[in-house]
Each structure stands twice: as structure tokens, then as C-alpha cells.
């Protein structure tokens, strides 16, 4: 509405800009005596012209703020819908069910949210204000023509009709040219893509010369297509700007009359000029808004139909917060539950089952699918399309997502990883809703204003900077009983060592456990004499001021320090200050040369294509400290280091702050090592001054900042070769720290190790841990765990499976895996065949699918009967279904005779008993052997592509699937597993017909 007036107020502003020029020309210049009154006040005409001529100034001045107020708040409304649609939108993501999410690019749902949705967000700005604004101005300047004289406003309107039915036709037919544009460059662009991979083809069957005619005719038609846009663009411009300025012509001929015949005064046609002039801005707007409404409302449906799939959770159950979040305590009930895939098809059918609370229930299936939809079903990922499922009474449909979340956990050996650090993911089921506000690093005030963004833009009000871990959650009362019991988990699954030893690896500060380091400084002396005792001195490069350490990198080294932080950036001064310094003390040149030779060898060892080979992220070397290091290695070596720029030398030196002489080797002579050692003890006073700012000095007594907790155990840094020794290190160092009960501070340093995008940046033997954490560390009703099991070694399964039972008594556990060593561990075993309760009772449910669908599926339940295709995944069972023929045979049909051609497929018998043998030159037929239910008959000759080695016949009645050639060939070449059990089957009677006797 703010807008609205604004826009308003702008209109009497504009029609004094056409007003005051006529009543300077005619009431200031032409004023015919030389006082005027104004306002029962006498002036001079020198006066009033001056007063009119600020009035104009000002009004003009008044105009424009007024226009750049109105297009800054029309700025800030599209910013703020664009803002509003994008997180709707995003919040839709939210709700989108999992089958459409498998199917659906990620890379489509980025496109239209940001690409896609940005023109929408300027016309949201421009809905309401522009018409109103382009429009109200139309009307202000017809209402001024016409007040000047009738036939003014009448010339100017007289073809605006001709205009707006002419100019969109010819406009149309553009576009229709431009279509076929885009599809002759498309044929181009392929015939291009043909002729550059064909070429040789070309050039040794003579082809090129036709082949440059097809490219010429191609050329010639789209040069056609482009002449006809040139020609009708041209005119369309042409008529359009000749019709604008047939008006001015009437204006100028019949005002000019009227001027002479003293029926308009001048000043009124020279406004009226200017007047018309100013219409056709407004009018080409609206013509323009109107192209524009046109085209983006086809992308707002188009988006809009993308992001309203069916089946989205209910806005109801996922938005907001229930009041309570109870416990879904209970018996688990599922009831003729019917799943299908996002295909149509049956995933699972009539699961019929009981679960007593605090079950531990194992899940024994073959299909990775029909494990998925189980464990779906509970997260409610999936809905089913009959039957139901309870807990406690409670029907799962029902409850709120935050209920779902909180009493519901799911581990799978392959999670997604958000961006942010291990404890981000670890900890975010008890992350419900902001709990204390925190300080906003940029200021309160920068808080104020996104607060009032975020409310005006309908954004959740939730603070970013607040402390959302919710203990209560889990029924803990602080974040130390999280973590302590986040440790005792991952004790109970047997990784908690194994993340022990991995927090042995990982750095911190002292500030952010002080505790911890003290601990860890107060047990040098013990480890120290532990590893004298078991032999491992040489394991490692001890911390001392008198030596060099080769593990080191160069700059510590010189400082006998470690970095306070990541290495100094060449743009923020420090290695420029580092490069000065190597100056004064006498050694740049010699540092540089080091560092061009060992970025050359670098280069020779792994070049730039290399660097996520293990070896090389070995050396700690940022790969774009190296890629720029190459280029500058070769130009030192073209030019000369004295030729070199400064901020490339700069760039250079960044090397010694990355890689030890250990990693260097040869290059990193004896004699630069003495020459460190003695500046580091005789200019220790020039040192000191630029150690403070980056460096922390190395002592015995102190934590040191930027080393790993194996590095400060031991006062020192692993030697390359340490090899099996450096693993007896870990393991004194690791039992010294256990003892000095700190092992779970340590475990916890691995909650800020970074994830990166899609976990990225984390190691792989973290992934199942951060699963079944993030899925036991609410303390969830039910706990799904799907091939988590599949890792462990003999015996370690049924330990995990006890512990997890003594740790979480009350609670369901659920295992799926693809089978079990000992099943004595659970409580109740369930087995899943073909999507069905093996023994279980079959059942239906009323069908909605055509005829075409129901065979399909009868297809597809023949084929999964066979063992030999159960393992199928359901896309290449859907194919091979899709290509298959139902085929029957009566009792001594033939269904091929030997030396037939295979072509026909291969024949799956689901009822009936067939006969393979052959008939030799005196009538008698040899059976070699029987094929009955389940048996799969003359895949043979497809594999090799022979003729048919055996006659087929029918001893009783058959009932058959025949296989289509190109299908199951396929099948052959997408399925391993499906191949080898083909060849086991046949390896039996490869040689049959070679037998000379058989049964008649």
C-alpha cells in the first residue's frame, strides 16, 4: 500500500513538469506586460521567471527522488518475494516424499530455485507499481494534451490501436522464426559433434566433400532463417518508431496552424511536444510488462507443478512444534501393509506382524529395496498404499514429523554428511529449536535488521548463533552427559577406540580445552620413559633446541615454534614480512632455490593431475600452493629469481611453511639445515619479533598450539619410517592417556573435524559410526539398523547386538541385513521373500491398475519365482518383464528343433515338465536331460550365439515366459551376478550332445 501511494503522489509531480515549461514560455517570456500578478502580488517578469524556472528545479528534483524512492522500494519488494518463494520452495524440498527425491536431479531443483526463480523475483517487484506507475503517467500526460486542446489528446491516442495490434503480430512471428533458429543451430551442432568424430571415417572413405555440402545446405538455411528475423525485425522498428513519429508530424503541421490562426498559444504546443514525447516510455513498458507476464507465468507453473508432487508430507505434521513429544512406547503393529515403488511396483505385500516393545527383531532379505522400504516405512519416507502401521497404539500417518524425528533412529552404512564438523552431524536429532540466544559475530544490530528480514519475508524467526542442543531430548540434563554418552555408544558398536586412535590425530588449542592440554603435558615424562622402555627413541624426532627437526616444516625449524594458525596469507603482509626477514639474515636466495626444486621434482613425481594421490596429501601442500608454485617454478628457471616480482617470490616462500625436510629429502641439504640451526641461536633477538605474531615458541613444559595430542604426548613428530613402530607408539601413548582417564576428551576432539560438502573432507571409517550415532544418540523408541552388521567379524555381531540391548533396554531394535550368522542374538527373526513374509499367508488388496500394468506384474512375480533372477534389481527385472511373452505348449509340441536359429529367446517354464534331447539320422530321440518349474531353457545358444544345440519339446503341458534376445542379453551385460549363475547352470550340459546314447 506504501508503495501504492508513493507511486500516487508521483503523478501531480509529473503533470507540474509538463505544466510549468508552458507558463514560463507563456505567462514568463511571452507575457505581454512587464509586471505580473500573482497572487494579489505584483512581480517583474524577470521575477517571475526566475521563481518559475526554481518551481520547474524543483518539481524536476522532486520528481526524480520521488521515481528513485519508488524503484528502491520496488527493489527491496522483489528482493523480499524472491526471498519468500525461494524459502517456501525450499521448505517444500522438506516435504517432498523419498521416491520423487531418488528421481528428481538435484541439479534441477538448484536450477529453479536460484536461476530459474531470479527473473520471477523482478517481475514481483514490478506486479502491482509498475502498471499503476507506467499507466497513471499514460494517463497524466493524455489528461494534459487534452486539457491543451482536444485535438492534441486525440492525435496522440489516434494510433496507439494500430500499434498495439501490429507491433505483437510482427513480434510473433520473430519468435516463430527464432524457434526454428534454435533448431537449426541444435542440427548444427550435432552434425559438427558428427564431422569432428568422424573424420577419419571421412577422410578414408572419401566422404568429406557430401559431408561439406550437408554442413553448407545446414548454413545456408539458418543464414535464410536469420535474413528473414534481420528483415522483419528491422521493419517491425522501422513502422514502430514511423508510427511514433507520424504523430509529431499532425502536431507540427496542425498545431502550427492553430499556433498562426491564435487558437493555441505556443507554449501549450511546445509542451504538448514534450508531453508526447514522454508517452511512448510508459507505453513501451506496459507493452513489455505485458510480454513479460506472459512468458513468466509459464515458469511459475512450471515450477510450481515440480515442487506440488503427490504424496508430500502434510504441511500440518512437519511445520511448527508439537506442544508435547511422547514416547512411542509400545507393541508395534503392522497390518496387510502394502508398499510399491515410485514405479507401481510391489515392493512390499500383506506384511502381517507383532512387535513386543524392546524387541530386538532381525530382518532377513536378499533385496536391498525391500530392506530400504521397511526401514522407510518406519522413518515414514515412505507411506503404504494399504494397511497400517502402529506403535503403542499410535498410528504412525498420524504423529507430527518432530515425533518421528525424536523417537525414531536410522542407520544405513552410507549416510549423507551435511556440510559443517562430524559433532554438526552427530548431534543434530537434539538440535529441535534455538534454547539461549548467542552473540551474532557481525553485531547486534546487523541481528536487529535480519530479524525484521526474516519476519517481513515470512523466513523462520529461528536465531542461527543460539545454542540449539537439547539434552531433555534424550532425557540427559547437559551436553557433557551427550557426549559421555555419545562415547559409551560408540564402546557398545566397537568403534570406540578405533575413534579414539583417531583423536590422537587431530590438533586443538589450549584455550578450548585447557584441562586436556595440561593433562597431556604433566604425562611427557611417563610416555617418554615408556617408549625408552619398549625401544621406540628412533620412531620418532624428539622436540630439541640444539637439533634439527627433519619432520618439521623449514619455518618452525628457523623459529623452533609451531604455527599459531594456518600459514601466513601472501595477501595479508606476513610472508611478505617472512621474505624480508629471510633477506636480512642472508638466506632468501637459498630458501628460493630449495623451494623451485622441490616444487619442480613435486611436479615430475605426481604432476598437476596427481594431487589426490595419498603420497601427495601426505606432504600437507595445499594443491593450490602448488599449481601456482609450478608456473612460477618454470618462469624463476626461464628468468632468474632476481627478475622475479616480489608478490611471486612471495608466493614461493609459502612453501617452507608446508613441508618438512623429511618430505623434501635430497633437496634439503646438511648445509642449509647448519646454517638454520646457527641463525636460529645467533639472531634469536631478530627471530623473536616476527615469531609473536604467527608462531608459538616449543617447550616442555607447555602445550603447543597447532601439534596434534600424539604430537604433544610425545614431544615430538613421527619419523616417515616409523612404520609397525609407529603403531606400538600409538598404542603406549593411547594406554597412557586411557589410564589418565582423558579418553573420552580425546574421542570428543573429533566432533570438530570438518565434514566438507556431502562428507567430502571425511574419512571413510567414519561414516557407520556418525550413522549409528546420529541415530542412538536421542535415546530413540525404535532403532533401525540397516547392513550395519555386514562389517563385523565373527562373534563381533552378537557382541554389538548385546550391548546395544544392555545400553538401550526399552528400546526396539530392528536389524536388516542379507542374512544372519547367529540368529540366537534376536529376539524374534523375520525373513522377506519376493516382498513377502516367507510362510506367510498371501493377500490382496483392490487393484486400480489397467490391464497392461496387471501383466507387468504378473511378469514380474513369474520371473522373481526363478532363482535364477531373483537377485535382479527391479529396473532390470521391469525390462526383461517388459520384453517377455507369455508361451504355452501342449503335451509333445516342439518348442525348437536343434540347428533352429536362437533368436526366438530363451524360455523360462513356470508349470509343466519340458524334455532336451536330440534325434539321430534313424528317427530315434535321445533325451539328455528334463527341465521342469523354475528352469530356464536356451540361454545357451544366445550367450554364444550359435544355433540351438537340442530340440526342446513338451512331455506335459507347458506354461512358459519366452525371454526376448536383446532383454536378456542385456541382463547378461548390466548383471554380474546374474551371469555367473547363468554359466553354472548350463556348464552341466555344454557337452550333451556329443553323448551317444540317452533315454528314447
Not at 520471477?120 to 493524455?142: E, H, N, Y
Not at 518432530?402 to 542407520?411: E, K, L, M, Q, S
Not at 573429533?750 to 559410526?769: C, M, N, Q, R, Y
Not at 524334455?915 to 550367450?943: C, F, S, W
Amino acid at each position: 500500500m506504501v508503495l501504492l501511494f508513493m507511486t500516487a503522489c508521483l503523478f501531480p509531480l509529473q503533470f507540474l513538469t509538463l505544466e510549468l515549461p508552458k507558463r514560463i514560455i507563456n505567462d514568463a517570456i511571452d507575457a505581454e506586460q512587464d509586471f505580473i500578478d500573482v497572487l494579489n502580488y505584483e512581480m517583474t517578469q524577470e521575477n517571475f521567471l526566475i521563481m518559475l524556472s526554481l518551481l520547474f528545479l524543483l518539481t524536476v528534483l522532486g520528481h526524480g527522488l520521488m521515481k528513485m524512492r519508488i524503484n528502491t522500494m520496488k527493489g527491496v519488494l522483489s528482493e523480499r518475494m524472491l526471498r519468500r518463494y525461494r524459502f517456501s520452495l525450499i521448505s517444500r524440498i522438506t516435504r517432498f516424499p523419498q521416491p520423487y527425491l531418488r528421481r528428481t536431479s538435484q541439479g534441477e531443483l538448484v536450477s529453479m530455485i536460484t536461476a530459474e526463480s531470479e527473473p520471477l523475483g523482478g517481475m514481483m517487484g514490478d506486479a502491482i507499481s509498475l502498471p499503476v506507475m507506467q499507466a497513471g503517467q499514460m494517463l497524466t500526460i493524455l489528461t494534459f494534451l487534452f486539457l491543451q486542446n482536444v485535438w492534441f489528446g486525440l492525435a496522440a491516442i489516434a494510433l496507439i490501436p494500430l500499434q498495439a495490434w501490429l507491433i505483437p503480430k510482427l513480434q510473433r512471428q520473430i519468435n516463430l522464426l527464432n524457434k526454428d533458429r534454435i533448431q537449426q543451430v541444435r542440427h548444427l551442432a550435432a552434425e559438427i559433434g558428427e564431422t569432428a568424430t568422424g573424420t577419419p571415417e571421412l577422410r578414408g572413405n572419401g566422404g568429406w566433400r557430401f559431408r561439406m555440402a550437408q554442413i553448407t545446405r545446414r548454413l545456408g538455411t539458418l543464414f535464410l532463417i536469420r535474413l528473414n528475423i534481420y528483415k522483419k525485425k528491422f521493419f517491425m522498428k522501422f513502422l514502430n518508431n514511423f508510427i511514433t513519429q507520424l504523430t509529431p508530424f499532425f502536431f507540427y503541421l496542425v498545431g502550427g496552424l492553430l499556433v498562426i490562426r491564435g487558437q493555441v498559444t505556443l507554449g501549450a504546443l511546445v509542451a504538448a511536444l514534450a508531453a508526447y514525447k514522454d508517452l511512448s516510455s510508459p507505453w513501451k513498458e506496459l507493452l513489455n510488462y505485458y510480454n513479460r507476464v506472459s512468458d513468466l507465468s509459464v515458469r511459475w507453473h512450471l515450477i510450481g507443478d515440480r515442487f506440488e508432487p503427490s504424496g508430500m508430507v502434510d504441511e500440518a505434521l512437519i511445520e511448527d512444534e508439537p506442544k508435547t513429544i511422547p514416547r512411542l512406547s509400545g507393541e508395534i503393529v503392522l497390518n496387510e501393509v502394502f508398499v510399491r515403488d515410485h514405479d507401481g511396483d510391489s515392493v512390499l505385500e500383506n506384511i502381517t506382524t507383532t512387535i513386543p516393545q524392546g524387541t530386538v527383531l532381525g530382518v532377513r532379505s536378499q533385496d536391498a529395496e525391500e530392506r530400504r522400504a521397511i526401514a522407510e516405512l518406519f522413518t515414514r519416507e515412505i507411506t503404504p498404499v494399504s494397511g497400517s502401521l502402529s506403535i503403542g497404539g499410535q498410528r504412525l500417518n498420524e504423529l507430527h514429523q518432530r515425533v518421528i524425528a525424536t523417537r525414531i533412529g536410522y542407520a544405513d552404512p552410507a549416510p549423507y554428511v551435511f556440510e559443517g564438523t562430524f559433532g554438526d552431524n552427530v548431534l543434530m536429532p537434539l538440535k529441535r529449536q534455538p534454547l539461549v540466544d548467542l552473540p551474532d559475530p557481525r553485531g547486534e544490530a546487523e541481528e536487529k535488521k535480519r530479524a525484521y528480514e526474516s519476519a517481513r519475508t515470512g523466513n523462520s524467526a529461528d536465531r542461527l548463533y543460539s545454542d540449539w542442543l537439547d539434552p531433555s531430548l534424550a532425557d540427559m540434563d547437559s551436553e557433557d552427559a551427550v557426549h559421555d554418552w555419545w562415547v559409551r555408544l560408540m564402546d557398545a558398536t566397537g568403534a570406540g577406540s578405533a575413534l579414539f586412535r583417531r583423536g590422537l590425530d587431530q590438533p586443538f588449542t589450549e584455550a578450548e580445552h585447557p584441562e586436556l592440554a595440561q593433562t597431556i603435558v604433566s604425562l611427557r615424562p611417563k610416555i617418554r620413559n615408556a617408549l625408552a622402555a619398549a625401544g621406540l627413541d628412533k620412531a620418532y624426532y624428539r622436540f630439541d633446541p640444539e637439533l634439527y627437526n627433519p619432520a618439521l616444516p623449514v619455518a618452525s625449524n628457523l623459529f623452533f615454534a609451531t604455527l599459531r594458525t594456518d600459514a601466513p596469507d601472501p595477501e595479508t603482509g606476513g610472508v611478505g614480512a617472512f621474505l624480508d626477514l629471510l633477506h636480512e639474515l642472508g638466506i632468501e636466495d637459498g630458501i628460493l632455490r630449495m623451494s623451485r626444486e622441490v616444487i619442480e621434482m613435486l611436479n615430475q613425481t605426481f604432476g598437476m593431475d596427481g594431487t589426490d594421490h595419498p603420497l601427495f596429501q601426505q606432504l600437507g601442500l595445499s594443491v593450490d600452493t602448488f599449481s601456482r608454485n609450478v608456473e612460477l617454478a618454470r618462469k624463476s628457471r626461464d628468468v632468474g629469481l632476481a627478475q622475479m616480482e616480489r608478490s611471486e617470490l612471495e608466493q614461493m616462500i609459502e612453501l617452507p611453511f608446508e613441508v618438512s625436510a623429511e618430505r623434501i629429502g635430497p633437496g634439503f641439504g646438511d648445509d642449509l639445515k647448519e646454517t638454520i640451526l646457527s641463525l636460529r641461536h645467533n639472531e634469536a633477538e631478530k627471530l623473536s619479533e616476527w615469531l609473536s605474531a604467527y608462531f608459538a615458541p616449543l617447550r616442555e613444559d607447555r602445550f603447543a598450539s597447532g601439534l596434534t595430542v600424539l604430537e604433544n604426548a610425545i614431544y615430538g613428530k613421527l619419523t616417515a619410517a616409523a612404520g609397525p613402530r609407529g603403531e606400538q607408539l600409538r598404542d603406549i601413548v593411547a594406554k597412557t592417556l586411557n589410564e589418565a582417564g582423558v579418553k573420552q576428551e580425546v574421542a570428543e576432539l573429533l566432533f570438530a573435524v570438518p565434514t566438507g560438502i556431502g562428507g567430502a573432507g571425511l574419512p571413510g571409517a567414519f561414516a557407520e559410526p556418525l550413522a549409528i550415532s546420529r541415530a542412538a544418540i536421542k535415546k530413540p523408541d525404535v532403532l533401525i539398523l540397516n547392513r550395519c552388521l555386514a562389517a563385523y567379524e565373527d562373534g563381533q555381531a552378537a557382541d554389538t547386538i548385546a550391548n546395544l540391548r544392555t545400553l538401550l533396554p526399552d528400546t526396539t531394535m530392528i536389524f536388516l541385513e542379507e542374512d544372519f550368522e547367529d540368529a540366537d542374538s534376536f529376539d524374534m527373526v523375520l525373513e522377506l521373500e519376493h516382498g513377502r513374509l516367507k510362510d506367510g499367508v498371501a493377500a490382496s488388496f483392490e487393484d486400480t491398475d489397467n490391464a497392461a500394468s496387471a501383466d507387468l506384474r504378473r511378469k514380474m512375480r513369474a520371473l522373481t519365482s526363478a532363482d535364477m533372477f531373483a537377485g535382479l534389481s527391479r529396473r532390470q527385472m521391469r525390462l526383461l518383464a517388459f520384453g517377455a511373452q507369455w508361451h504355452q505348449a501342449s503335451e509333445g509340441d516342439y518348442v525348437f528343433h536343434m540347428g533352429d536359429d536362437p533368436s526366438d529367446g530363451a524360455y523360462l517354464i513356470l508349470e509343466g515338465q519340458a524334455g532336451l534331447g536330440y534325434r539321430t539320422e534313424d528317427g530315434q530321440t535321445h533325451l539328455v536331460a528334463e527341465a521342469g518349474r523354475g528352469a530356464l531353457v536356451g540361454e545357451l545358444a544366445l550367450i554364444r550365439k550359435e544355433k540351438r544345440a537340442l530340440d526342446m519339446y513338451a512331455k506335459t503341458d507347458l506354461e512358459m515366459l519366452r525371454l526376448g534376445e536383446s532383454e536378456f542379453m542385456a541382463v547378461i551385460e548390466n548383471d554380474a551376478s546374474t551371469a555367473f549363475r547363468i554359466l553354472q547352470a548350463v556348464s552341466g550340459y555344454v557337452g550333451a550332445p556329443k553323448q551317444s546314447s540317452g533315454d528314447t
